[in-house]
């Protein structure tokens, strides 16, 4: 019986005395789980505290080594306007710089991305825009910057950045121009023998392109060049990202060519006009020539005051020629009717001095002297006929010229000669320019 009791008591105990060991032993994997975590947690700061002990950031890479290898990468997020006037354009870019720093390397298998502000802590690539005018890097809602530090020591630095790039212009062919913009990357201090600058990718490092879309302008290529400054102090490592424009023309087809040939035409109305509706020929002609004036101010208002002329300004003052011609055509016209118009009473005594010098004729024949002293009749029947000038054509001796009487003649010869002439100048304007 007390055997039975204690194997009871034994049993009992082993029951309730294993409960508190399997608690406790739950209790110490959950504390060497968080042990594990915290010490996970932790682990990135130890990195940095370790890499970044004894770093120095004024020092490049490989100092006293071979030249540090900056790879560049762009991505164009914006184009917002190209200027004639001031020689520029603003760009919106995602720039990307990549480098090795052996300082850097750490073990394992993922890369760590740091705060911008840490930036200031390591040693990065001197890059500024050689053809700036303006920059600025987007702060909104933080600094648009990005590092990323991989195990081998390589660096990715980006950052957002929007810029006022210069770009000169040969506005010979406007507005039938194609530009060349460029977007010029340089070190300001390093030189070739300390970094050198390449792209990451060759052509494909740019992109963005394809999705960009201009008033004015299309993007029909673009060009991934490397190269070097040469400078007094060095030769400096420089990669350039160079934009082809080609301008839009449909826009100012509307704006200034059909306008100005419009005015051309108008101004051919006067040649169907009476001469003797001097008011209306004259006001005609008088507005196409202050209106044509009013529309080459405005183009040329829009554009920068350069020396040499611009195919746009060809076409205008051809126009403006053609318009003005058609004011002095019929100043031409008006001055031949007022010199050679006759008043009423004149020419009908000039008829009647005609009428009695043929009458005299006829009744006193003229002798004409022969050779062997004896005269003769002039002419037969006692009368003798002489063809007086047509009314519409005089013939002046002076200088034996002949002159149109008749100002119609003008007005019929300008409808042909003024349009005929336009469009032989428009055949050569547009081979020239826009083939």
């Known amino acids: 019986m007390s055997g039975q009791r204690a194997t009871v008591l034994l049993l ?16 110490d994997e959950e504390a060497a789980n968080g042990r594990e975590e915290e010490s996970a ?4 700061d130890v990195k940095l505290t ?55 390397k750490f073990p394992g298998n993922r890369s760590m991305s740091l705060d911008p502000r ?25 600094d648009n910057a990005l590092i990323r530090l991989f195990p081998d020591g390589s660096i990715l630095y980006g950052m957002r950045i929007t810029a006022k790039m210069e770009c000169e212009m040969d506005l010979r062919k406007y507005p039938m121009d194609e530009q060349s913009c460029p977007f010029i990357l340089e070190s300001y201090g390093y030189t070739t023998e300390d970094m050198t ?13 394809k999705d960009i879309r201009l008033s004015q302008f ?6 991934a060049l490397q190269g070097y400054g040469d400078y007094e102090t060095g030769r400096y490592p420089q990669l350039q990202m160079l934009l082809l424009f080609r301008r839009q023309v449909f826009f100012f087809f509307l704006q200034t060519y059909i306008p100005a040939c419009l005015l051309v035409i108008v101004s051919w109305v006067s040649f169907f006009i009476n001469p003797d509706s001097e008011p209306a ?6 507005t196409t020539v202050l209106t044509m004036t009013t529309l080459v101010s405005g183009t040329r208002a829009q554009l920068p005051k350069i020396s040499y002329i611009k195919a746009i300004d060809v076409y205008l003052v051809v126009c403006f020629v053609f318009v003005f011609a058609a004011l002095l055509e019929y100043a031409a016209v008006n001055y031949q009717s007022r010199y050679y118009k006759t008043p009423r009473k004149s020419r009908k005594s000039k008829k009647t001095e005609i009428e009695e010098f043929q009458l005299e004729e006829k009744k006193a024949p003229l002798a004409v002297p022969e050779n062997d002293g004896s005269s003769a009749p002039a002419a037969r029947n006692g009368t003798t006929r002489r063809r007086f000038p047509s009314p519409k054509v005089l013939t002046s001796f002076r200088g034996g010229r002949k002159i ?30 826009a083939v």
């Open 41 to 44: 947690a932790t682990q990135p």
């Open 50 to 104: 370790a890499l970044f002990r004894g770093y120095d950031p004024l020092i490049r890479p490989n100092f006293h080594g071979k030249p540090v290898a900056v790879q560049m990468s762009m991505t164009i997020a914006s184009i917002d306007q190209v200027s004639e006037v001031d020689m520029d354009y603003t760009v919106t870019v995602l720039m990307r710089q990549y480098w090795n720093d052996p300082r850097l």
């Open 118 to 142: 840490l930036a200031k802590k390591l040693w990065v690539p001197d890059t500024f825009l050689e053809n700036s005018k303006s920059s600025y890097l987007h702060t909104v809602t933080v």
């Open 281 to 286: 020929r004259v006001s005609l002609s008088v």
């Open 404 to 433: 149109i009487e008749d100002v119609n003649d003008i007005d019929k010869f300008s409808r042909v000669l003024f349009p005929c002439t336009f469009a032989v100048f428009n055949a050569i304007y547009w081979i020239t320019y």
């Open 218 to 223: 299309t993007i029909y290529d673009y060009k």
């Open 197 to 209: 600058y390449e792209w990451r990718d060759g052509e494909k490092s740019i992109s963005g392109l």
């Open 12 to 27: 009992v105990f082993a029951i309730f005395g294993g409960i508190p060991n399997s608690v406790r032993a739950q209790g």
